[in-house]
């Protein structure tokens, strides 16, 4: 009998990273001076994905096309390897096209309406299955704000989307009109692995490897989780639902402690923080399986899920087309079928108020 079971039915999946082929592809859905300015500086062959297009870890080997189409830039490469296969009943997108690196605010918020169209356009409006993340410009929130107000409209739309690491901590108050409108909209907040590339990725400067990079994105969620609870956005907005998306989970527990332990022996400076971290994040942040950090024994995840204290925080993933497991869909050994239903089912369905009713393809 497998270690690891099954997914059950009507299982959500809420991170897949459809990839844009080109900038070219987002050229019908901009305006005339932004597709001349592709032109004339000369940006027509730029590639801008957020992962090494080839590297082994940004595209699993059995995903890339034979053919030499670019890995996962349709919706038929998306139901062959990972919706009908899996029996995935909805898939949330999030691309990773890095819209958010552009320095220029104006052309950021272009490129991003564009990229969150083409999403509309060549994947949403071709599987009823899909949803999708509103991709954010949060370089200027008021631009961040008008896509929210643009795309909350269509119900297809399920959470919005920044990186981990931007431009400054996340919690900071000029973002909280963007925390107002998801509110408004009731739409999550989801919070990806990644870095806008304004500051180093580590604490202390600037890494020199891809290695060293990825792993670092652990002390980017620490942060930015940490300025969203003390700078006090849950308490401002208590319905706003963050989800943390490629972080990992086992750091989480270690991290809370240390945290609500510091917040009791400083809490005079935050007197707007009356609970602890730990139950803040239980009620407020959720988190996807993908990729899971632990040792592959049933024993060690059923310690950190207890550690966790809560069977509503985990979302089932499977980060397509990232490489982070071979072969069939994968539950962390020792998970029962009960917490397999939580995880790929009713709390996904419970943090995405948009997705409905159980849909099965």
């Not at 801008?48 to 890995?71: E, I, L, M, N, Y």
Request: net charge negative; with cysteine; glycine share 6%.
């Amino acid at each position: 009998m497998s270690l690891h079971p099954a997914l059950p039915p009507g299982t959500v999946d809420v991170d897949l990273h459809p990839m844009v082929p080109g900038l070219d592809a987002l050229a019908p859905f901009l305006p005339d001076f932004w597709r001349d300015q592709i032109a004339q500086r000369g940006l027509d062959g730029f590639e801008t994905q957020s992962f090494p297009p080839g590297a082994p870890k940004t595209v699993r080997a059995d995903w890339r096309p034979a053919d030499g189409t670019k890995p996962a830039s349709t919706p038929e490469l998306l139901r062959a390897q990972v919706l009908e296969p899996w029996g995935v009943a909805r898939g949330i997108l999030t691309p990773l096209y890095g819209v958010q690196l552009v320095f220029n605010e104006d052309m950021a918020a272009a490129f991003t309406t564009a990229l969150n169209d083409w999403t509309r356009a060549a994947f949403l409006d071709h599987d009823p299955r899909l949803a999708a993340s509103i991709i954010l410009p949060m370089f200027n929130p008021e631009h961040a704000v008008e896509e929210i107000e643009r795309l909350a409209p269509d119900p297809r739309f399920v959470q919005a989307m920044v990186l981990v690491m931007g431009e400054t901590p996340l919690g900071r108050r000029h973002n909280w009109p963007v925390f107002k409108a998801l509110v408004r909209h009731g739409l999550p907040l989801a919070i990806h692995a990644g870095s806008a590339f304004r500051n180093p990725t580590t604490s202390l400067g600037w890494p020199s490897w891809y290695a060293e990079d990825y792993a670092a994105n652990q002390q980017g969620f620490q942060s930015t989780l940490a300025s969203l609870i003390t700078e006090g956005v849950f308490v401002k907005f208590p319905e706003l639902r963050v989800v943390l998306l490629e972080s990992g989970v086992s750091w989480l527990p270690a991290f809370l402690w240390r945290l609500s332990k510091t917040w009791k022996g400083v809490r005079f400076e935050v007197p707007w923080l009356e609970r602890s971290p730990i139950e803040t994040v239980r009620e407020n942040v959720r988190l996807s399986l993908t990729p899971f950090d632990a040792p592959d024994d049933g024993a060690t995840v059923g310690r950190l899920l207890d550690h966790l204290g809560s069977d509503e925080m985990l979302l089932w993933s499977s980060d397509w087309p990232h490489w982070q497991f071979d072969g069939p869909p994968r539950l962390p050994a020792g998970v029962d079928a009960a917490l397999a239903r939580k995880i790929c089912v009713d709390n996904p369905l419970a943090c995405y108020a948009r997705l409905g009713q159980e849909v099965t393809p």
